[in-house]
Antibody, heavy 122, light 112 residues
Framework: QVQLQESGPGLVNPSQTLSLTCTVSGGSISSGNYYWSWIRQPAGKGLEYIGRIYTSGSTNYNPSLKSRVTISVDTSKNQFSLKLSSVTAADTAVYYC??????????????WGQGTLVTVSS | QSVLTQPPSVSGAPGQRVTISCTGSSSNIGAGFDVHWYQQLPGTAPKLLIFGNSNRPSGVPDRFSGSKSGTSASLAITGLQAEDEADYYCQSYDSRLSGFWVFGGGTKLTVL
């Protein structure tokens, strides 16, 4: 069973860059028809799609965050990463990484990490 | 403001049936894109509940069912149990701009 684990600083200064890594275990990040995605959830609020990457390097980002987001993949480490620049308090949230299954018929968020809280504050 | 609209809350007594709606538009659900549902128990990560409008992953009880029609989708839960108390999110794809995945605002289910 695949497992995903987010890691990175829990506190980021305003105007700085938030950096998180998702480590995938129980399977190769390069195998199968999967996208690898980041989603966030501010406290007490709903889920917000941030973006995704395919192992070919193809990316897709939420238009509302696109100018500040970069998602990359390191197949040698079985990891993918998120960078969000120029952060403000509004970026404080629990950040989830997820594996997105493309079955050919449907594309859906199949497995989720446990999430990591990132607070933007000085 | 979420692209997909869900009621903030629904409630029901044990054993009852509840439904949660998810309303989109012509650029997402109405364009034929599939709807998926996720259950988020308190303090945990979301979990896939329904994929492809009406399909249950293995391990999900058949008390949970999904449907889609026009620009909307619905999640139905029958035989309500205390353990069903959670937040529920719908998710689809929106074709505007370059296209991107979208979530509903979430619905809090309270079992009375």
């Amino acid at each position: 069973q695949v497992q995903l684990q987010e890691s990175g600083p829990g506190l980021v200064n305003p105007s700085q860059t938030l950096s998180l890594t998702c480590t995938v275990s129980g399977g190769s990040i390069s195998s199968g028809n999967y996208y690898w995605s980041w989603i966030r959830q501010p406290a007490g609020k709903g889920l917000e799609y941030i973006g995704r990457i395919y192992t070919s390097g193809s990316t897709n980002y939420n238009p509302s965050l696109k100018s500040r987001v970069t998602i990359s993949v390191d197949t040698s480490k079985n990891q993918f990463s998120l960078k969000l620049s120029s952060v403000t308090a509004a970026d404080t949230a629990v950040y989830y990484c997820a594996r997105v299954c493309d079955s050919g018929d449907y594309v859906y968020f199949e497995h989720w990490g446990q999430g990591t809280l990132v607070t933007v504050s000085s | 403001q979420s692209v997909l609209t869900q009621p903030p809350s629904v409630s029901g007594a044990p054993g009852q049936r509840v439904t949660i709606s998810c309303t989109g538009s012509s650029s997402n659900i109405g364009a034929g894109f599939d709807v998926h549902w996720y259950q988020q128990l308190p303090g945990t990560a979301p979990k896939l509940l329904i994929f492809g409008n009406s399909n249950r992953p293995s391990g999900v009880p058949d008390r949970f069912s999904g449907s889609k029609s026009g620009t909307s989708a619905s999640l139905a839960i029958t035989g309500l149990q205390a353990e069903d108390e959670a937040d529920y999110y719908c998710q689809s794809y929106d074709s505007r701009l370059s296209g991107f995945w979208v979530f509903g605002g979430g619905t809090k289910l309270t079992v009375l």
